[in-house]
T-cell receptor, first 113, second 114 residues
Framework: AQSVAQPEDQVNVAEGNPLTVKCTYS??????LFWYVQYPNRGLQFLLK??????LVKGSYGFEAEFNKSQTSFHLKKPSALVSDSALYFC???????????FGKGTHLIIQP | GAVVSQHPSRVICKSGTSVKIECRSL??????MFWYRQFPKQSLMLMAT?????????EQGVEKDKFLINHASLTLSTLTVTSAHPEDSSFYIC??????????FGPGTRLTVL
């Protein structure tokens, strides 16, 4: 069975500072890793994914994530946070193809002006 | 722009009634769609995988007779919550596979059962 852990319920960052939202995963085989963002009462918006290739992947809105196979991690990062980045962030994993996603519990990111 | 739409966005019904939620892929054909459920302040849980022209595949613990899924065309999947009860109140979200491995999500449907 596959699983995703997001150890932080909430992350607080001052505007302009770098941010990191942590994610670790467990899956048999090669992982397909994703980050999504959810705004209140809305569906999820795709940010980025890692399937294969370069361990550092770049996505929407200036976000990036680094795949670390030895640590089974896929942390989300951004060099300079914006207040508008405040939202609920989900890390997810699948076995690829037409597999459904297994989500982490989500991390509230709060960017303070 | 949006690639997946859901209707209705919000529905309130009485206990014992059935509710149908539609999920449409916009501007592309979706052989596979997924249905997820999200409880307040919690994560999304995969309910079932909807395959066009065949029966849906349900996750363990999801009652297939209660949550009826129909994927009759390449652009439409429906989820019907039958004989709804207050514990079925939740946020239901569908997704489609736009590429071979990336899911794009609809805006969700808030179901409240009184």
């Amino acid at each position: 069975a596959q699983s995703v852990a997001q150890p932080e319920d909430q992350v607080n960052v001052a505007e302009g500072n770098p941010l990191t939202v942590k994610c670790t995963y467990s899956v048999s085989g090669n992982p397909y890793l994703f980050w999504y963002v959810q705004y209140p009462n809305r569906g999820l918006q795709f940010l980025l994914k890692y399937i294969t290739g370069d361990n550092l992947v770049k996505g929407s809105y200036g976000f990036e994530a680094e795949f670390n196979k030895s640590q089974t991690s896929f942390h989300l990062k951004k060099p300079s946070a914006l207040v508008s980045d405040s939202a609920l962030y989900f890390c997810a994993v699948s076995g690829g193809g037409a597999d459904g996603l297994t989500f982490g519990k989500g991390t509230h990111l709060i960017i303070q002006p | 722009g949006a690639v997946v739409s859901q209707h209705p966005s919000r529905v309130i019904c009485k206990s014992g009634t059935s509710v149908k939620i539609e999920c449409r892929s916009l501007d592309f054909q979706a052989t596979t769609m997924f249905w997820y459920r999200q409880f307040p302040k919690q994560s999304l849980m995969l309910m079932a995988t909807s395959n066009e022209g065949s029966k849906a595949t349900y996750e363990q613990g999801v009652e297939k007779d209660k949550f009826l899924i129909n994927h009759a065309s390449l652009t439409l999947s429906t989820l019907t919550v039958t004989s709804a009860h207050p514990e079925d109140s939740s946020f239901y979200i569908c997704s489609t596979l736009l590429s071979t491995d990336t899911q794009y999500f609809g805006p969700g449907t808030r179901l409240t059962v009184l």
